[in-house]
């Protein structure tokens, strides 16, 4: 049934003639404040997308990059020089998360024993890195949650007033032929698939980057603890 209904309201459109300039013209104040909003959250939501695909792609790229060559300098024991390659990779998630870690680890670091104590600290500060990075990470990607739900909403309510405005063309023309309804139809068209095109997008985004995120945690959580193991292992070489 709602396949008809809208195969009908397009071969209405057809048959009108409307364009889309013709259409603005027509619509009606509400109709077009209806129209403005979602064209705004679209906006929204391209600049979301393509910041977070920006930053994803350069985090995932550093931190390949990162990744061996920091092992290699910890497997020779320089922590200096795995700080040093951090600091290079300021887009890379996985070493905002180590070198937290490891300057840590560093700071308390006082003699040729490590305590347990200097793990404890490390490790804290390894949690306290990767929240901050899972929020960085997260930036903007809930936006995309809300214009993915409330864009049909919108899109809506401009259906609602346009079916309005179309009962409004009947009563003052007192006939319900084709030129009485036809720009209160072409309102609530337009605005039902501008709400929709909106919002799919927004909601396949938005799941594609929670994803990435999650993988995102799940390299950080495996980096930690690695380095978490290094530390215990240098604390019980240290002993020996």
């Known amino acids: 049934m709602l396949f008809t209904m809208q195969t ?7 048959e009108v003639g409307f364009d889309v300039l013709t259409m603005w013209t027509q619509m009606g104040f509400l109709a077009k404040a209806v129209v403005i909003i979602l064209f705004l959250m679209s906006a929204m939501s391209i600049g979301v997308m393509i910041d977070r695909l920006i930053a994803f792609n350069a985090a995932k790229a550093q931190s390949r990059q990162f990744a061996p060559a ?3 300098a910890l497997r020779e024991g320089k922590l200096d020089e795995a700080i040093k ?23 308390h670091q006082m003699s040729t024993e490590i305590s347990g104590e ?50 409004k063309g009947i009563a003052s023309e007192k006939a319900a032929g084709l030129g009485a309804v036809a720009g209160g139809i072409s309102e609530a068209l337009v605005t039902t698939a501008l709400g929709l095109f909106v919002a799919i997008p927004a909601v396949v985004m938005f799941n594609y980057f929670t994803n990435r995120v999650e993988a995102f945690d799940i390299e950080m959580n ?19």
């Not at 009908?8 to 057809?14: P, V």
């Not at 890379?92 to 840590?104: C, D, M, P, T, Y």
């Not at 978490?228 to 002993?239: C, E, G, H, T």
């Open 222 to 240: 495996n980096s930690s603890s690695e380095l978490l193991d290094y530390f215990i292992k240098r604390s019980q070489a240290a002993r020996r």
């Open 70 to 72: 920091v092992a290699g």
């Open 8 to 14: 009908m309201g397009f071969l209405l459109l057809q």
């Open 85 to 107: 390659i951090a600091d290079r990779y300021k887009k890379s998630h996985l070493a905002k998360v180590v070198v937290a870690g490891l300057q840590e680890f560093k700071a």
């Open 118 to 167: 200097t793990i404890e600290a490390s490790k804290r500060a390894l949690e306290r890195a990767e929240a901050i990075v899972h929020a960085e990470l997260k930036r903007g990607v809930s936006s995309l949650a809300t214009i993915g739900s409330t864009g049909p909403f919108v899109g809506l309510f401009g259906t609602v007033v346009g079916i309005v405005n179309a009962f």
